[in-house]
């Protein structure tokens, strides 16, 4: 075992340069299983229901973590643990497995046929009662020690996984840094539970009845709405986002900061002169909520020409994802108002 000093450099030093980016977690593992190998390693998140979103497999085989998420995470040890106490922190399979508690087929059709028989749980906070859980899995018996080392550690991965959490954040609600801040934000799970709201979100539900109705329409479809106190965009999380895998995040352009204009009249202007009319024309009906067979259909094209489209269009502004779009979208709605008022 190295000496603690060398290991938190090491530890440190590599999680530290991944901050902001949705390979934070994996980093994590990636060092400590340096120190402690393992035959598997994933990252999950995982509800106080049990529920589980794969956010990252590392090299597990993508089946295994399949399974796990649609079958057999409720019943999983670890997750039970979760289920029952929400209590951050270290936890092994020895410490919580109770042979007198039934855990389904958990073990005889899924754990023990993957040759698994020990595992070490870091479970990390995350908003809405949640965890994201750091799984490292061995087909042999960790030592004492190995314990002893995740839990010397747990407290200081907390903080770096507080300040990622941050991070990512704040990316998503300025567009990557473009300066986009939005005065009102909620963001809710893949089952339409809340996670997390600002200030500004609190106060504005409360002045708009109608606004949280409008945050929970249906999850397929993604369109803005016209409420009372503005206008409310709704954006799809990736499946890597920590804090709300798969989920949404609603923002709220309040009156101060935007006027009633129409969102098709925002969409003339917006990134005029940097695309073509084409890619303008897949720009708008991305905004729709529209994907890319769709939008092959009402552009009577093909798919393949549709995906060549939004490669280009990412390449030229320097984005990987349609989530983007909407964040610059709604950067160019506040700063337009702001040059009307």
Known sequence: MMEAASAAALVFGRVAASLGTSGFHR???????????????????????????????CDTPEDYCRSYEAVFSPDCPLSRYWQKTARPGVVT???????????????????????????????????GRNTVALFLERSSKFSDE??????????????????????????????????????????????????????????????????DRCAKTDFARFTDHAVDTGQMSLLRLGGSFPIAPNGRMCILTQDQLAPRMATDEFKKTFLAGQISKREHEVICLILDGHPARTI????????????????????????????????????????????MH
């Open 27 to 57: 980093t994590v593992l990636d060092v400590m299983r340096q120190i402690l190998p393992s035959d598997f390693a994933q990252v999950y998140h995982i509800d106080r229901s049990g529920r589980a979103v794969c956010l990252d497999p």
């Open 146 to 211: 190995a314990e002893i080392f995740a839990r010397q550690f747990f407290g200081g991965i907390t903080r770096l996984h507080r300040v990622n959490n941050h991070l990512m954040l704040s990316a998503a609600m300025s567009g990557r840094g473009r300066g986009a801040q939005s005065n009102a934000v909620q963001i809710m799970d893949r089952f339409g539970n809340v996670v997390f709201a600002n200030r500004a979100w609190r106060l504005a539900s409360q002045e708009d009845k109608s606004l």
């Open 93 to 127: 399979l020895t410490q919580v497995r109770d042979d007198g508690e039934h855990y389904g087929s958990y073990f005889s059709e899924f754990y023990e046929p993957a040759g698994l028989v020990d595992e070490i749980g870091l479970m990390l906070p995350s908003p």
């Open 296 to 339: 092959a259909g009402k552009l009577n094209c093909a798919v393949e020409t549709v995906k060549a489209h939004k490669k280009r269009i990412y390449q030229r502004l320097d984005i990987t994802t349609e989530r983007e779009i909407f964040l610059m979208f709604v950067q160019h709605m506040q700063q337009h108002s702001r040059v």
